[in-house]
Every structure is written in structure tokens, then in C-alpha cells.
Nanobody, 114 residues
Framework: VQLVESGGGLVQPGGSLKLSCAAS????????MSWVRQAPGKGPEWVSA????????DYADSVKGRFTISRDDAKNMLYLQMTGLQPEDTALYYC????????WGQGTQVTVSS
């Protein structure tokens, strides 16, 4: 199993970023997928999850209405569109496959600062 995130960067408050996660080594379409973030000095925070067919998506209250999770099973890709970014969104963002054994990517850094 391999999960590789990309798309992070430095953005000003109010800005947008789209994170991507390339999945390989398993049947991507068969798994719920999640995004988890970890801010400096804090524990991991679950951000969002999407069902196997994309029919259901759940969000943490802290990002609801600003972030959108999506997936492309044909490309084995998971996405997180982030809008209205704020300094408190600064964190390392991970693509995660939970269940049985959990698999995490290496993370992509998102920094929101003026």
C-alpha cells in the first residue's frame, strides 16, 4: 500500500489549495478514504472521509462548508479542495486508509500565513 500526497504550500488567509493523494497497492475503490491533519505541537485531527462510491462525505465541524473531499476511482486519486483557509488550518495533511491495518501517506504541508 502506498499513499502519496501533494499540493500543499504556502497560502494567504482566505486562499485556496487542492490536495491530491495518489493511491496504489490496493483496490482503491473498495475503501473509505480519509484526510487527517496534524498541526505543530498538537495531535492528529480527523478532517474528512468519503465513502467507497463517493455517495457520502463527512467533515469535521472545523472545516465544514470550506473543504470538499472527492475521489476518482478510475485514477486511484483522493482530493481535498480547501477554500477560505485560515491560519488555524496550518498543518501537515495526511491521506489515510483506515481499517484493519491503517495506512498513512507521508503528508503534505499546508501553511496559511500573510
Amino acid at each position: 500500500v502506498q499513499l502519496v500526497e501533494s499540493g500543499g504550500g504556502l497560502v494567504q488567509p482566505g486562499g485556496s489549495l487542492k490536495l491530491s493523494c495518489a493511491a496504489s497497492g490496493f483496490t482503491f475503490s473498495s475503501y473509505y478514504m480519509s484526510w487527517v491533519r496534524q498541526a505543530p505541537g498538537k495531535g492528529p485531527e480527523w478532517v474528512s472521509a468519503i465513502a467507497t462510491d463517493g455517495s457520502r462525505a463527512d467533515y469535521a465541524d472545523s472545516v465544514k462548508g470550506r473543504f470538499t473531499i472527492s475521489r476518482d476511482d478510475a485514477k486511484n486519486m483522493l482530493y481535498l479542495q480547501m477554500t477560505g483557509l485560515q491560519p488555524e488550518d496550518t498543518a501537515l495533511y495526511y491521506c489515510v486508509r483506515f481499517g484493519g491495518m491503517d495506512y498513512w501517506g507521508q503528508g503534505t504541508q499546508v501553511t496559511v500565513s500573510s
